[in-house]
């Protein structure tokens, strides 16, 4: 490797191991049986994704295999581990708010608080504490309650500077919540200055 990785992403997201993931759901992209949670060495170089669509800006490990799906509205980047697909396993997204219910435009607590009630699969929400990231961040860090009663999963909420209309949302699913911790922490947004035309 060696060569710096942070750039924007076209057409194909070409991954550390050489690799290029499109929407395609390899079987052999993982053996089917990795461990449960995906964790990653101590001295395993970072690197840092750039939203397509907005301008978010993560660091991960280099060792974990990342997805892109072209003509995502919500800028999606999903983890490939194991024998989940992708689509299953979305790491980060962005919600539009109004699309989900307008009333949770410009709140997004109140919105966190209600995300379960769009899925079947949840039933509840068992606790929500706000905190500030690294980069000045204010998020929600939220537990809900599955079908089963257990609450297995973390889902962050970050408010977005000056668009009360979305929402970046993070769950952690396979990731080993130490790293998954170090991912949220590392989220920055940075509005690209728009260009201005020549006179």
């Known amino acids: ?15 550390p191991s050489g ?34 669509i907005f301008d978010y800006i993560f660091s991960y490990p280099e060792t974990l295999v990342i997805n892109v799906f072209p003509n995502d509205k919500t800028d999606a980047v999903a983890v490939v ?13 962005v919600e539009n708010i109004p699309a989900r219910n307008p009333q949770y435009v410009g709140n997004v607590e109140t919105f966190a608080r209600n995300w379960w ?8 929400l068992k606790s929500i504490e706000k905190f ?22 973390v889902d962050i909420f970050f408010e977005i500077p000056e668009d009360p209309n979305r929402t970046i949302h993070i769950a952690n699913g396979v ?4 790293l998954f911790d170090l991912i949220v922490d590392s ?7 728009t260009p201005t035309p020549a006179q």
């Open 117 to 124: 009630q769009f899925f079947s699969g949840l039933t509840g």
């Open 81 to 93: 581990w194991g024998n989940i697909p992708p689509r299953r396993n979305i790491l980060l997204n």
């Open 175 to 178: 990731l080993d919540p130490t």
């Open 1 to 15: 490797g060696g060569s710096e990785k942070r750039k924007k992403y076209g057409a194909k997201l070409t991954l």
């Open 187 to 193: 989220l920055k947004y940075e509005k690209k200055p």
């Open 19 to 52: 690799k290029t993931y499109l929407g395609e759901e390899s079987e052999t992209a993982n053996p089917p049986t990795a461990p449960q949670r995906f964790t990653a060495a101590a001295d395993v170089k970072w690197v840092e994704y750039e939203g397509v």
């Open 132 to 153: 500030v990231n690294t980069s000045g961040l204010t998020g929600y860090r939220a537990v809900y309650i599955n079908t089963a009663g257990q609450s297995p999963n």
